[in-house]
């Protein structure tokens, strides 16, 4: 018993210089965002018996480390962008055996030039079931980030329909589990995705469409629709990794077809303010996207449907009289919270790093006797495998869904 109280006391200190880390880079990448702060991890998970002086030292050493790096960051940034745009040169000069080979089944690559955190995944989702409606057979590659599989092999595999969602998670990543199950299509993992194109096309003949997930750094592809997603942090402080968030200069040299801006529900400017910014030569059109609020679902499959505000005021009456806590493992936390704010939801807000393996032993720390109610993201609810029943039964996952206007599909089909 105290070997596992040690154990947890380890977990528990790690994990803070991690978050005080990720706040010291989120702030110095994006002064002035929705990136949101890391402060509520010790409030909230029950940390052990740690001092405040301890938690300040923590904070205090991790600022320090963070600023004596920034200068062999920004030289580093200096040499990750020479080498970006040498590689970007020879990537857009370059055609795929992929699209020499397979005429009929086109390559969709689905981008960004940021870190992560920009709404990728529910893009994904949205062209595909929205081409798959329209009677095109279509599947997905990606590498799967955080999954077991990335470190294993570089085998071409397409994710199990018949692993439970919490262990297809932990095997091929929370993303490609989440796409496969919401879009029901092939989804092939590999680290590298020409590997994951071939196997595809040799296992499923008659494709029309392949999108690849977060493929625009890739070298070895070359699509016939590239898709680049920015959200309100549009390039954050402008310099590339990893003195800034940027994956590669903008404007890239080579053709984007399509932009499109995710931006928060409550986010005041207006997308179109930032055209100028975003709109170069490079850039085919730039379109709006739209989150749709659907319903919330608990662990058991029971849905609170949110249409004509039954389900949401439902909720809100249950946060009215208890304590809510809001969890997020997601590339950008606050987002989830800034669209429960605007649903007028009160909550404790507790942000975990994006694709977080410990969301289940750190749920499990929670004092489950301050809250009643525990909120998460869809894309964290599949890697939840709660064993304690009074926790499990306050789960509730926020079901939503990413509209595209009729006019981005009409220009993604064409010839």
């Known amino acids: 018993m105290q070997h596992k109280k040690l154990e947890s006391r380890v977990l528990n200190f790690r994990q803070t210089i991690i978050y005080n880390l990720s706040l010291n880079v989120q702030k110095h990448w994006y002064p002035n965002s929705i990136n949101g702060s890391f402060d509520n991890l010790t409030k909230i998970i029950q940390v052990s018996h740690r001092s405040k002086f301890l938690d300040h030292y923590i904070k205090l050493s991790t600022r320090i480390f963070f600023i004596i790096c920034l200068p062999f960051f920004r030289l580093s940034s200096s040499m990750y962008q020479h ?13 795929s055996k992929f699209n020499k080979k397979n005429k009929n089944c086109k390559l969709i690559t689905v981008g960004n030039v ?5 709404g990728k995944t529910p893009t994904v989702l949205a062209i595909t079931n929205k081409l798959k409606s329209k009677g095109f057979n279509i599947a997905v590659v990606t590498k799967g980030y955080a999954g077991e599989k ?27 589990t989440m796409i496969s199950r919401l879009s029901s299509v092939p989804v092939c993992v590999a680290k590298d995705r020409t590997l994951a194109i071939e196997y595809l ?19 070895h592809q070359f699509s016939e629709k590239k898709i680049v997603i920015f959200d309100e942090r549009i390039m954050g ?55 749709v609020i659907k319903f919330w679902e608990s662990l058991e499959r029971k849905r609170i449907e949110c249409s004509e505000m039954h389900g949401l ?20 936390p606050n987002k989830f919270f800034l669209t429960l704010k605007s649903l007028g939801l009160d909550f404790d807000a507790l942000p975990l790093n994006n694709h977080e393996k410990d969301i289940n032993d750190i749920i499990a720390r929670v004092d489950t006797s301050n809250y009643d109610l525990i909120l998460t993201t869809e894309k964290d609810g ?20 990413l509209h595209l206007p009729d006019d981005f599909y009409r220009k993604l089909i064409e010839e």
Not at 114 to 118: E, P, S
Not at 165 to 173: I, K, M, N, P
Not at 203 to 208: C, E, N, T, V, Y
Not at 382 to 393: D, G, R, V
């Open 150 to 176: 990335l470190h294993l092999n570089n085998s071409p595999e397409i994710v199990s329909n018949d692993m439970p969602d919490s262990e297809a998670a932990r095997y091929f990543g929370d993303e490609p």
């Open 201 to 219: 096309l040799s296992k499923k003949p008659g494709l029309d469409y392949i999108i690849a997930d977060d493929g625009i750094q890739s070298l």
């Open 313 to 332: 005021s439902e909720i809100k009456s249950n946060t009215s009289k208890k304590n809510v806590l809001a969890v997020a493992g997601i590339g950008v």
């Open 114 to 118: 940021l870190v992560g955190g920009v």
């Open 237 to 291: 402080n402008g310099y590339c990794l990893p003195y800034g968030p940027m994956r590669e200069p903008w404007p890239t040299p080579y053709f984007i077809d399509a932009v499109i801006l995710n931006f928060s529900t409550d986010y005041k400017i207006s997308p179109s303010s930032f055209n100028k910014i975003l709109a170069k030569d490079n850039v085919g059109q730039i379109f709006e996207s739209k989150l």
């Open 83 to 95: 080498l970006a745009t040498k590689k970007n040169t020879r990537k857009h000069e370059s055609v």
């Open 382 to 401: 599949i890697k939840l495998t709660i064993n304690n029943k009074e926790i499990a039964s306050k789960l509730w996952k926020l079901i939503t869904e």
